[in-house]
Every structure is written in C-alpha cells, then in structure tokens.
C-alpha cells in the first residue's frame, strides 16, 4: 500500500530533499508551502513518483484545516508528517536587544506553527497502521549542547531560534508519550550545519549538502513500527535514547 507523507516548508532546501527522497521511496508525498506559485514550481521539479503541492502555511488555521479536508479527500489518511517549516527569527541583534515581539515571530512557526499542525492531522496519522512524525529540530536547541562549557552554540546567542527548537524539542516528547498508545513515533531531528536560506545571513553555514542534512529526518520518516518514539537524533546529538 502507498505510504502517504506531508513535508511542511518544502518548496526549498532541507524540506524539499527529504519531499523528493521520500518520494523516490515510492511515498505519495504532500509537499507544503505557504506560496503557490512557488509550492507548484518546486512540486513539479521533483520528478519521482507522486508529488503533489499542498497550500499549507503552518501559521494560519484555515490553511492547516483546508489542508486537512485536502489529504483526507484524497488518501483518506496519514502515515508520515515531516514539520519542517522554520525560520532563523533574530540575527545579528545582541541577546538583550531581541525583543519579545521577535521571540513572538519566531515562536509563531517554529513552536506554534507545529502544534497547530500536528493537532490538525493526528486524526489522519491515528488512520495510518505506522504513523510516524519527525519534528526538525536544531542542535542550537539541546539544552545539552547549550550548557557545555564555552559552548560555541550559547556563544552564537541565537535567543529566539534557541529557545524555540528547545521547545519544539520538548514538544516531541510530550507527543510521543501521547501519542504512544495510537503506536505513532514522534522523533525529533537535527540535520547538522546545511547552506540554505535559513542561515545565509549568518558566518555559521556548514558544508553539507541536502542531501547530507536530509539523511536523519528520513532515516525517522521511515522507521518500521515499534521502532522508536520521543527520540532526538542528528550529527553530534544523541542525547534522548527514544523507548
Ligand atoms: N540549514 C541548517 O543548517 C539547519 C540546521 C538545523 C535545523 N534546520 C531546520 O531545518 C528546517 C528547514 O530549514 P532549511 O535549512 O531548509 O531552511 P529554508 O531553506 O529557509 O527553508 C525553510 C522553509 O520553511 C518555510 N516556511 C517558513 N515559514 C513558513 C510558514 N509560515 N508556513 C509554511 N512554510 C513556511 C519556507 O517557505 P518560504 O520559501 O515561503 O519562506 C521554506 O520552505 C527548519 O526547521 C530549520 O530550523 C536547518
């Protein structure tokens, strides 16, 4: 049977690899985007399998419900939810000068956008014999990489950025744990330093490809049942186990 996925945010970089990828793998894949003349040039540059573009922007409800009505029409459920959408919020502002108002921003897709989604579509994924989904997450929100001594991740001061991935992280785990007797995998991941948009104001970009920053999010997208939930996992993070 066609495993059916949505990837937010997939119009460029990370969320487009992993649409494309999980497309190759034979998936029906709903790929999200706030724009649509932009989601339909980037849906129609994949060329495997079955890729359609799906108006989603995560931050408002009627879009995440039209949404909803859309896939549920067409398939009839949901096995895989990649949340992927981000945005980088303050950059370059010293720490005491980001304003709540650009936490706010931030917060808006990076947390909000994510709970509003998920809750959205959690009657389609409870529908899917193997529901799976995977938050993207950073390594600049691991409480752990943050609290190492010198850490060059608190250095960077990225407030908002930060504590939104710190929330998103804790998000996974309070839905894996809900969301644990439906027998959907909630994981978390982080793709490790890529060149995209999101970081093309910054001095940090990182020298992997797409494709390397895509490798954890499918490796979660596509775990078997059973397998694990509440997990956090990416290059240089391993510090959730997943049960
Ligand atoms: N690149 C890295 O090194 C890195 C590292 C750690 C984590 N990540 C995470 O990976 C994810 C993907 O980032 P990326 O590097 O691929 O960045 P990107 O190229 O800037 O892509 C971000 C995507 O999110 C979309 N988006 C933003 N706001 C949205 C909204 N309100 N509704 C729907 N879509 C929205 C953008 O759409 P538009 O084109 O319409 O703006 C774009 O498609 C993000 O969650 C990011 O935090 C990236």
């Known amino acids: ?16 690899e992993i649409a494309r990828q999980l497309a190759e793998r034979g998936m029906r894949v709903y790929l999200g985007a706030r724009d649509e003349s932009r989601g339909r040039e980037a849906a ?8 359609r573009f799906l108006p989603l922007d995560v931050t408002d409800r009627e879009s995440v419900a039209a949404a909803v009505r859309l896939v549920d029409a067409e398939s009839g459920r949901l096995d895989v939810l990649v949340n992927n959408a981000g945005i980088a919020g303050e950059v370059g502002t010293e720490v005491l000068d980001i304003t709540a108002e650009q936490l706010r921003a931030t917060y808006e897709v990076n947390v909000l956008g994510v709970v509003t989604v998920t809750s959205a579509f959690v009657p389609l994924l409870r529908k899917s014999a ?28 990225a407030l908002a950025y930060s504590s939104s991935k710190a929330a998103l992280n804790v998000l996974t785990l309070l839905y894996a744990e809900a969301l644990r007797a439906d027998g959907i995998q ?54 959730s186990p997943g049960w």
């Open 130 to 157: 193997n529901g799976r989904i995977v938050n993207m997450s950073s390594r600049l929100g691991s409480l752990t990489a943050l609290s190492e001594p010198d850490s060059r991740h608190r250095k960077r001061g």
């Open 44 to 51: 129609a540059a994949i060329t495997a399998g079955d890729v």
């Open 186 to 239: 909630v994981n978390a991941a982080t793709p490790g330093r890529v060149p995209t948009d999101i970081n093309a104001a910054t001095p940090w970009r990182g020298d992997r490809t797409a494709a390397d920053g895509a490798i954890t999010p499918i490796h979660l997208a596509t775990l078997p049942p059973g397998t694990m939930t509440g997990a956090f996992r990416g290059p240089g993070i391993d510090e």
């Open 1 to 16: 049977m066609t495993e059916i996925a949505l990837v937010t945010g997939a119009n460029k970089g990370l969320g487009h």
